[in-house]
């Protein structure tokens, strides 16, 4: 382990798990570090001030493994290990947001416990993550616990990470890889922007008939959400029905219904509804055709 | 214990043991303690792409990445690419294509191309834009650079070198190329002495404020690092500066009050670049915010509290021009159309922050900074520390782009106080969020106005009044109140005309100049007027315009004649473009619900150089005793290009093949005033110097020699070879004497555009001459999101005399670039924008495919024929692209910009209710 300090600034990275949750045990004031891809851009400062608890030398938190029936996305794996990664087609979507995710500088950068942890609104990964039905692992030196993502991130910027807790890993339950997906996302220039809103959708058909359906909106609302009920209404349709596109049964109301929406300057609350619908009903589509052309 | 330990990277293949804190920026070490100050910042947040280096092969931020993270590692940066002096293929095509205009983006360019380029040889459009989407460029439009990109496999010749009297009109590739591209230029960040002190500005948090500061010097004592303070009271000059001087009203410190956000208070003078990252929320300062005002109809109201107290109603100037009679030219109308349209605050993000440093050379401040206008810089400065003008020498360092904001003074006046007051040497970054928010805007403006035709399109009348937010201080916002009225009407005969524009004082940034002063703004509502009165007319948009279009020896709006017009030569250029995507774009609709395309046109026209003032420049050219021929370029290359060009058009003057004339630049005690690089004037106005003073040196040769005009001279060691036919002469230099300025021939030619003073009523001869320009613009809109994609641009400009085909192909791309950006995303907000992740700018992937007209209809006052192009490229960008957008939904206007989404769903949805409620 690496450890250089001063007055008011110390460095620390640590190569295991369990030296790192030590420094927060001690020290629960320390920033984890990770691609500083989102904490960097805070200062205009040469240089990290305060203490700091780079995670990035923590081989165990790298990676993507098979754990039976879990698949463990250790928390500083980057964007672009994901990109390259060989994994179903259930993770497309996620695929699609990394490779949207500001640029190949910052996918190579970003990790995923990074974009997490900072809970933006805007965080392109997180309605993927909920359509996989993804949960996170926090350590602390006192143990390791797992919880939803839907129940960890609480608010904007929020979530429920204790201070002496490091996000370790994501998971995906193996039962929620399955189907197809897509992801969509808004912004006003083609690279390095942030959503005006994003959809992903994750679907299962089985005998031309959809069996499971996972949708979700980003920055349409304080938090990204699940929408239950589009899901349900899905559950039953024949894909070669007439009625499809998706924009034939997705109502704006049912989107209105789930989400509060954002109004500021990138969008209007009224206008991120209506793209909400727009970019979901191309995210179900998307995921349809794939299925349709034997995808 | 110390809060550094021992790092050993591997840099460009050699190993670098580096002692410095271990959250450093990889950046600034590499910058500051490995002195490879080819890696560039420009936002220090992930935002601009410029700090791009290879770590272990992949492309990264280095401005994000910590020391402790590059431990063991291997860095590639830009310094890397050449080998030794002979550039590497990605480079040369960088070259060959004319892709680095100012330079400052390419470093971050080039170590992103460089891995595709390793794993690709022929990579296609989309690869590259994916490749480069993460490094913006304000400067060129990225259309060259993907070209490079894509040619960048095979070893090329280089553009070739001209010949004798080949110069104007030839591609060639920047002169002052090769170190923008190898890592080697200077900008303002990347000189500083040893010991140089380290600046940073205390600014204003609120937008109006009042302060008291307490015990500076108790402050300065508790804190190690702190060598110095500097305050208001510490000036002993004018503390006021402003580029009209008799409107100068900006503090270069606020002494008690502050009337912007970012607004320079106090300067902190420390011992090193730490101070930077010191918490410095403990200084003794107290703020009383107060309201702000910070729109034009409130800075207006009654009763309003005045910004400056002796500018009533907050209207800082006021400018108009009135020609004929518009109740006549309404009266007699058949039609007409009247709108109202506002802009938002735009900024000119380029690549480079504010940088510079400054010494004292015995009693005079030297400053070495980016900068637009060096002269203007040292009397500025001198101003306000109260020395001589001779007692200020400014060395204009590279400039990372200007666009009009680095033609008002930032840092230099703070190092030239800092290093007055202290003897020492010092320097000064700006931080992104500090450039952007303390430098100047493009002026918000809320416009009115309406034209009318009769039954046959021509236009009888025009009326535009517009108010425009100059922000806290004066700056350009004169020259937006008499640029705007005089240009309103657009290249267009308009017999009767009223325009009307005032400059108004908010607590907004300070608004200044910013390619175009207003007329990319009135040309905008002025545009879609008049698409809107070709409709009620029933006439072809491009025809309506071509039969209003000016001709040669019609009056313009300020009674002028003039004898070179080009505009309808633009306007036909563009009938191909025009024919072919009506016909594609009908197709297309017919086929598409929920994607619609459409056309728009838009013509400009601007007057080159200062509105009726004196603005001259001033060339040296001088021979030494060895035979160098040395030309003094004082117009600032800020990307533009005046480095080449000017040679170009000195060399063919002086009938020498231009490889033999070298170049000095813009240092102000060497070189003379070339005036500032602003109004599209470098190119016409310097280039004219640069001729005569080309031919006079001829003149002075061919006399020395006894030959005729023809003679054909070349240089050799030490001597002139001048020959005639079988005639024959050899100048020896070397027996000749030195004058002064170190040479045994030379001459000095100024030349100032013959321009007239305007009446009340703004008629008279504002401009010894115009440029001219139109473009056509083909977007795709999608109906259910109101995004707006622009495929393809065709611009046509006449140039009178194109000097540099290459150089002017890329002014009109970076100008497309503004254009886009100023029509559908750019949105300075004060306080909620200050930084390039929430202030958009066209990235790599937003940009069209882009044909080129270059016309020449010379110009009897230009330099073989030249007229000016620097901010026409901008100016019907943005009015062409909103016309399109309309054409492609069916009639959907938009009344302000930026054209986001939300606002183009919006518009899409009211045409729609319209429609419905008509039906
Ligand atoms: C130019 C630019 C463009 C961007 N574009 C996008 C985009 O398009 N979409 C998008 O979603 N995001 C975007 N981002 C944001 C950012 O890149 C992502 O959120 C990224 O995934 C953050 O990861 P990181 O490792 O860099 O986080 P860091 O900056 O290292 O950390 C972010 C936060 O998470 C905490 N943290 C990090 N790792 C852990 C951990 N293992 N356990 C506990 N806490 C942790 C940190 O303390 C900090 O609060 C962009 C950023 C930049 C600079
Ligand atoms: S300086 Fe690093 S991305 Fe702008
Ligand atoms: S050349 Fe790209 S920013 Fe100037």
Same mark, same amino acid.
């Not at chain 2, 002025?526 to 809107?532: H, K, M, N």
């Given at each position: ?293 034997? /995808? | ?46 935002? @601009? ?23 063991? @590692?291997?860095?590639?940066?830009? &310094? ?21 205009? @100012? ?53 090329? =010749? ?20 090769? =170190? ?89 003078? /420390? ?116 020395? =001589? ?147 009620? @007319? ?148 310097? /280039? ?145 924008? &200050? ?12 940009? =069209? ?71």
């Amino acid at each position: 382990m690496m450890s250089v300090m001063s007055s008011n600034t110390t460095y620390i990275r640590p190569l295991t798990i369990e030296d790192a949750v030590d420094v927060l045990s001690t020290s629960a004031a320390a920033v984890i570090a990770a691609g500083c891809t989102d904490l960097f851009p805070l200062t205009s400062a040469p240089r990290m001030t305060g203490q700091v608890l780079d995670v990035t030398g923590i081989k165990d938190m790298r990676g993507i493994t098979d754990n039976g029936d879990m698949r463990r996305f250790g928390g500083a794996t980057t964007w672009t290990d994901i990109i390259r990664a060989d994994l179903p087609p259930a993770y497309d979507m996620l695929k699609l947001a990394a490779r949207e995710i500001g640029s190949i500088q910052i996918q190579n950068a970003g990790t995923i416990a990074g974009n997490l942890c900072n809970a933006s609104p805007a965080a392109d990964s997180i309605p993927c993550l909920l359509a996989l039905d993804a949960s996170v692992e926090l350590t602390s030196a006192s143990g390791l616990r797992q919880l939803p993502l839907s129940d960890f991130i609480v608010g904007p910027r929020k979530t429920l990470r204790q201070a002496d807790e490091i996000m370790t890993a994501v998971l995906v339950p193996k039962s929620s890889e399955t189907g197809v997906s897509s992801f969509r996302k808004l912004g006003t220039r083609k690279y390095l922007i942030i959503s005006i809103v994003m959809a992903a959708a994750r679907i299962e058909v089985k005998d031309n008939r959809i069996t499971h359906a996972a949708l979700s909106l980003g920055s349409c609302s304080p938090v990204a959400v699940r929408l239950d009920k589009v899901e349900a209404d899905l559950i039953g349709m024949d894909i070669h029905n007439a009625t499809i596109p998706a924009s034939h049964y997705v109502e704006e109301t049912d989107i209105e219904a789930t989400i509060n929406p954002i109004d500021d300057v990138r969008g209007t609350a009224s206008y991120r509804i209506t793209a909400a619908k727009t970019l979901l009903c191309e995210a179900i589509d998307n995921c349809l055709n794939q299925v349709r052309s034997g /995808g | 214990m110390s809060d550094q330990e021992q790092f050993t990277l591997t840099v460009n293949g050699t190993k670098a043991n580096v002692s410095r804190p271990a959250g450093m920026r990889l950046s600034e070490v590499l910058r500051e303690e490995l002195h490879l100050t080819g890696t560039k910042i420009g936002c220090n947040a992930g935002d @601009c792409g410029a700090c791009t280096v290879l770590v272990d092969g992949e492309p990264v931020c280095s401005c994000l990445m910590t020391l402790a993270k590059a431990d063991g @590692c291997h860095i590639e940066t830009v &310094e890397s690419l050449a080998n030794g002096s002979k550039l590497s293929l990605l480079q040369q095509a960088f070259s060959r294509h004319g892709a680095a205009q @100012c330079g400052i983006c390419t470093p971050g360019m080039l170590m992103a191309a460089a891995p595709l380029i390793r794993a690709n040889k022929a990579p296609s459009r989309a690869e590259v834009e994916d490749a480069l989407g993460g490094v913006l460029c304000r400067c060129t439009g990225y259309a060259k650079i993907i070209d490079a990109v894509m040619d960048a496999a095979m070893e090329k =010749p280089a553009m070739p070198m001209p010949v004798r009297h080949g110069a104007v009109g030839a591609r060639v590739e920047r002169l002052d190329g090769i =170190p923008k591209l190898n890592g080697d230029e200077v900008f303002g960040a990347d000189y500083w002495p040893e010991n140089a002190l380290y600046l940073r500005v205390l600014r204003s948090p609120y937008h109006s404020a009042q302060f008291t500061i307490g015990d500076v010097a108790a402050w300065v004592a508790k804190h190690d690092l702190i060598s110095h303070v500097f305050l208001a009271s510490d000036i002993d000059g004018e503390n006021q500066f402003g580029v009209i001087p008799p409107m100068a009203d900006q503090p270069a410190l606020a002494v008690d009050a502050a009337r912007f956000k970012g607004e320079a208070v106090a300067i902190i003078v /420390g011992q090193s670049q730490d101070v930077a990252a010191m918490d410095i929320s403990d200084f003794p300062i107290e703020w009383t915010e107060l309201p702000a005002i910070m729109d034009v109809d409130v800075a207006l109201a009654d009763g309003t509290t005045l910004i400056h107290a002796h500018r009533e109603n907050n209207i800082l100037i006021s400018g108009i021009v009135k020609h004929g009679d518009i109740d006549k030219g309404f009266g007699a109308a058949d039609h007409i159309a009247e709108m109202s349209f506002s802009t938002s605050y735009v900024e000119h993000a380029y690549i480079e922050p504010e940088a510079g440093v400054a010494w004292m050379d015995g009693d005079t401040v030297v400053i070495q900074a980016c900068t637009q206008a060096p002269i203007m810089d040292r009397d500025d400065t001198a101003k306000v520390l109260g020395l =001589p003008v001779e007692k200020i020498r400014i060395i204009p360092s590279a400039t990372g782009g200007g666009f009009g904001a680095k033609l008002d003074v930032s840092v230099q006046p703070l190092l030239g106080l800092v290093a007055l007051k202290t003897g020492q040497p010092c320097r000064i970054v700006y931080s992104r969020n500090e450039s952007m928010m303390s430098t100047t805007k493009r002026h918000p403006g809320v416009m009115q106005a309406r034209i009318a035709a009769d039954k046959k399109g021509h236009i009888t009348a025009m009326e535009f009044q517009g108010d425009f937010n100059t922000g806290a201080y004066a700056s350009w916002g004169p020259t937006v109140a008499s640029r705007v009225p005089i240009h309103a009407s657009g290249p267009y005969k308009t017999p009767n005309y009223l325009a009307k524009a005032r400059a108004i004082h908010t607590n907004g940034p300070p608004s200044g100049a910013f390619r175009g002063f207003g007329v990319p703004q009135s040309t905008i509502i002025q545009e879609a007027l008049y698409d809107e009165l070709a409709e009620k @007319c029933g006439i072809d948009r491009l025809a309506f315009r071509r039969l209003n279009a000016l001709k040669n020896n019609d009056i313009t709006i300020c009674n002028q004649t003039l004898p070179a017009v080009g505009i309808d030569d633009c306007l036909a250029a563009l009938e191909p473009f025009w024919q072919k995507h009506q016909q594609q774009i009908a197709d297309f609709n017919a086929k598409n619900s929920r994607k619609k395309r459409g056309i728009g046109v838009s013509s400009c026209w601007y007057g080159c150089g200062n509105t009726a003032l004196p603005n001259p420049s001033t060339i040296r050219l001088g021979i030494t005793a060895d035979g160098q021929v040395v030309l003094h370029q004082g117009a600032a290359d800020i990307g533009q290009g005046s480095n080449t060009v000017i040679p170009q058009i000195c060399a063919d003057a002086l009938g020498l093949p231009l490889a033999h004339i070298s170049i000095i630049g813009g240092d102000t005690a060497i070189t003379p005033d070339c005036g500032k690089t602003s109004a599209s004037r470098q190119t016409f106005i310097t /280039g004219k110097a640069a001729m005569l003073a080309g031919q006079a040196l001829r003149r002075q040769i061919l006399r020395l020699s006894n030959l005729g005009d023809d003679a054909i001279i070349e240089m050799a060691e030490g001597s002139i070879h001048v020959s005639h036919g079988d005639k024959q002469h050899e100048i020896a230099l070397s027996e000749m004497a030195a004058n002064p300025y170190g040479y045994v021939l030379m001459a000095e030619e100024t030349y100032n555009p013959p321009t007239e003073e305007l009446d009340a009523f703004g008629q008279g001869k504002p401009y010894a001459l115009y440029g001219f320009g139109a473009h056509a613009a083909v977007v795709e809109v999608d109906m259910h999101l109101g995004t707006v994609k622009v495929l393809h641009i065709s611009a046509a400009h006449d140039l009178g005399k194109v000097v540099n085909p290459l150089l002017a192909e890329g002014q009109i791309d970076g100008g497309i670039a503004q254009g886009l950006g100023m029509a559908l995303m750019e949105e300075y907000i004060p306080g909620r924008t &200050e930084n390039l992740h929430d202030y958009l700018i066209p990235s790599i992937g937003d940009m =069209p495919e882009i044909e080129y007209h270059l016309i020449e209809v010379p110009d009897p006052e230009g330099p073989m024929g030249v007229k000016g192009l620097g901010e026409h490229v901008l100016i019907p960008t943005a009015p062409a692209i909103l016309n399109a957008i309309t054409n492609a939904t069916g009639g959907a206007r938009l009344y302000q910009t930026p054209a986001v989404p939300h606002r183009v769903l919006a518009a899409i949805q009211a045409n729609n209710n319209v429609n419905e409620a008509a039906e």
